[in-house]
Structure formats: structure tokens, C-alpha cells
């Protein structure tokens, strides 16, 4: 039986990164939204030695993810380590589209590999520094269950909460909620995966030189380097490291919380000159 690794938005810079790392001790399989973006990152990982393949999987889509995670167990494979890269920034689309590809796919990526986890498997959940930065009396929190029990509702608290800074900050407040949502949700998850001895873990990226952190360099990304310590966008392959080492089976004892990857950019904010 094969060890392998599911990474979902895999074509992406953090996934693909990711994807080198773990390909050295597991099967690969991407999944993304685009079969020609998946066939080209296959054949890049084939060409470094790596067992991989790939699929199209539209996370919000229950349905799609099982079908995701039966393609990547046929043929007696087990999936020892999903690593949950895809997701949506404020720039991407709407606060609902936002709050549905990031709270609700990643409610979707974690129930259905729940439902298979055994001794010594992983989940990591890509949230962000975002989720981080929110007074919490703002944060609806209270709403987050409803992820869960009632997407539609959860979804419309979102986008009603959003709003309360106005047309022009609905998406980066909605992604904020969402990314603060998947802290909070993998939190809540830990005890129902180490009942099956698994784990599941959040992490916490800052600014990253991808392309979906260039979408943001001109909308807040690049003013947080100014009180960041480290004072640049971090590389794919940092961000990657870290989620490859929680994905592995090395950290055991390592579930049920966040890591900050941020380059120092809580530290910053915290500390900052007044």
C-alpha cells in the first residue's frame, strides 16, 4: 500500500512547492480546479522524479471532494497526508464567493478525509494571517458552526457582517472571517480526528511571493511588510517546508492548533512604535 499525499489547489505556488517536498516519501496527487494547469504540474513533478497525478475537484462540491479522495485511493493506495492549500483572496470575487471556497470548502476537504483518517494521518488547512488581526468582538464567531449545519445561513452572516466597513472592504473582510473560520474550525476538528489517531492542524501564512499574493501587494499585502521583522514576501518553498513537516509523520504530537508563518508580521504590529 502506497503512502500518499493529497494537495488540494496543487498547481499553485504553495502547492506545487509543497508537492516536491512530501514527493520525495509519498505519492502525489494534485487537485485543482484546471485539468491542463494539473496535466502541466504533473508532468513537472514526473520530470523531478516524483510519483504524481492529478484531478479536478471543486471543493465547495461534497460530492466532488469524495470523488477527489476515491481517485486518490484506487489501486489500494492510502491517503496518509491531505494538505489544504485551495483557496480565494479579497481580490478573487465576492464576500460570499470568499466565505464559501474558503470556510466551506475547507468544512467539505475536512469531513471527507475524516471519514477515512487512521493512525498516523494528517490534515493541514491553509488559513492566513488575516484570520489572525480582527478584534474578536468583530469576528462572528458565533456563526461558525453554521458552516457545518447551515452553509446558506453561515454564509449570509458573513456577507451581512462584512459589510460593516463598507461596499470597498466586503471581500478582504469576508476572506479575514474565513481564514479566522478555518483557525477555529481545525481547532474544533482535533478531537474527532485523534479519536481515529489522526491530526489536523492549521497554518497561518503572512505575505508570500505568489501569484495569489501578488494579487494583493497593492491592496494591504506590501504595508504589512513595512512592520513585518523580516521586511520581504516570503518564498513558496518557506511556506511549503512548514506544511510539508506537519503533513509528515515526524510532529505526532502536533494537532489541533495554528502555526504563523508570517515573517514577523504579528510581532510587527504588536510591538510597532507608536
Known amino acids: 500500500m502506497t503512502k500518499t499525499a493529497v494537495i488540494t489547489g496543487g498547481t499553485g505556488g504553495m502547492g506545487m512547492a509543497t508537492a516536491r517536498i512530501l514527493g ?3 505519492r502525489i496527487v494534485l487537485a485543482d480546479l484546471n ?6 504540474a504533473v508532468v513537472d513533478l514526473r520530470a523531478s522524479g516524483i510519483d504524481a497525478s492529478g484531478t479536478v475537484c ?33 481580490q478573487m470575487g465576492s464576500a460570499q464567493f470568499v466565505a464559501r471556497i474558503n470556510a466551506i470548502g475547507t468544512v467539505n476537504v475536512t469531513e471527507a478525509f475524516l471519514a477515512r483518517a487512521t493512525e498516523g494521518d ?6 492566513s494571517v488575516a484570520g489572525h488581526g480582527l ?4 469576528v462572528p464567531s458565533g456563526a461558525f458552526p453554521k458552516a457545518e449545519s447551515d452553509p446558506v445561513a453561515f454564509e449570509k452572516i458573513i456577507v451581512r457582517r462584512s459589510r460593516v466597513f463598507g461596499k470597498k472592504l466586503h471581500s478582504g473582510l469576508a476572506y479575514s472571517f474565513s481564514k479566522a473560520f478555518v483557525i477555529w474550525y481545525s481547532r474544533k476538528q482535533a478531537a474527532a480526528f485523534g479519536a481515529r489517531g489522526a491530526r489536523i492542524v492549521s497554518v497561518s501564512p503572512g ?13 494591504g499585502a506590501s504595508d504589512l511588510l513595512k512592520v513585518s521583522a523580516l521586511k520581504r514576501f ?16 515526524a510532529p505526532g504530537y502536533l494537532t489541533g492548533t495554528d ?16
Open 35 to 40: 485539468q491542463e494547469r494539473i496535466d502541466a
Open 122 to 127: 494528517a490534515l493541514v488547512n491553509v488559513a
Open 135 to 138: 478584534p474578536k468582538i468583530l
Open 259 to 274: 502555526i504563523l508563518v508570517d515573517g514577523g508580521t504579528r510581532a510587527g504590529q504588536e510591538f510597532k512604535k507608536s
Open 234 to 249: 516570503g518564498k513558496p518553498e518557506e511556506i511549503a517546508a512548514v506544511l510539508a513537516f506537519c503533513a509528515s509523520e
Open 58 to 90: 471543486d471543493i465547495t462540491d461534497r460530492a466532488s471532494v469524495d470523488k477527489l479522495l476515491a481517485f486518490a485511493e484506487a489501486g489500494d493506495h492510502h491517503i496518509r497526508a491531505v494538505v489544504h492549500t485551495a483557496g480565494v483572496s479579497p
Open 24 to 26: 520525495t516519501d509519498h
Open 207 to 219: 505575505s508570500f511571493d505568489t501569484a495569489m499574493g501578488k494579487l494583493e501587494a497593492d491592496h
